[in-house]
């Protein structure tokens, strides 16, 4: 079944340690994002790709690293929590073109760093 | 600039009331905007978008190019509509700038 998968779905984490989300789509998409998702509910673009071996940049300025390997699989790898990095994140997936706005999320992860 | 904005962080209605999510944007051009919604627990999902026109779950956006808004109405709230809904634009590089959301909340 076309999906989108987060992995872990909680992590609760000591400061200092590096740490991989993992996102997955089976969905045949070749857009792929992360969204943090801060308290208060609004949404900011930190990482985007277009395909294999492209990773841009989002609107949020992130301390957090992607790669694109493969075209299902998008992870996020913060070299060294802290605190601030307290949120949810949220991977999505889209077709390429005008069809970029029908954008697929899954279920999130919400990391915790003590 | 290209922007969305919700001037509500919540709105509070009843039951068979009335519901208009506002959503103004700032983009030059011919804007792609889209409604998604959270509902608790549940996954982001994209409600509606302005192209195709519908009306999804009763909801209905008109797109007003004059305003320049693109307004969520619903005739009468049901109280499985509360939830988080996101007004978004598409932008040039066909990615979604996202408003801050509005939080629904229909009482009984």
């Known amino acids: 079944e076309a999906d989108i998968y987060q992995t872990p779905r909680y992590l609760v984490i000591g400061t200092g340690k590096k740490i991989t989300l993992e996102c997955s789509q089976t969905?045949?998409?070749?857009?792929m994002y992360w969204y943090q998702q801060d308290p208060g509910m609004e949404l900011h673009l930190i990482h985007y790709?277009?395909?294999?071996?492209?990773?841009e940049k989002g609107d949020l300025s992130s301390e957090s690293t992607v790669s694109r390997i493969r075209t299902e699989h998008f992870p996020l790898t913060l070299e060294s929590a802290r605190p601030s990095h307290t949120s949810q994140y949220l991977c999505?997936?889209?077709?390429?073109?005008?069809?970029?706005?029908?954008?697929?999320f899954g279920p999130g992860t919400r990391l915790t760093v003590l | 600039a290209q922007r969305v904005t919700q001037p509500e962080k919540l709105l509070s209605v009843f039951k068979g009331a009335p519901v208009e999510l506002k959503c103004n944007y700032s983009?030059?051009?011919?804007?792609?905007l889209f409604w998604y919604v959270q509902y608790s627990r549940q996954r982001l999902q994209l409600l509606l978008r302005?192209?195709s026109r519908e009306s999804i779950k009763g909801f209905t956006a008109d797109l007003n190019k004059g305003e320049t808004s693109f307004h969520l109405k619903k005739p009468f709230a049901q109280e499985e509509d509360s939830a988080m809904y996101y007004c978004?634009?598409?932008?040039?590089?066909?990615?979604?700038?996202f408003g801050s959301g509005t939080r629904l909340l229909v009482r009984p």
């Open positions: 999505a997936s889209s077709p390429s073109g005008l069809a970029g706005g029908l954008q697929f």
């Open positions: 969905m045949g998409h070749d857009k």
């Open positions: 790709s277009y395909g294999v071996n492209s990773t």
């Open positions: 983009y030059s051009g011919s804007p792609e």
């Open positions: 302005h192209i």
């Open positions: 978004a634009l598409m932008d040039s590089s066909y990615k979604l700038i």
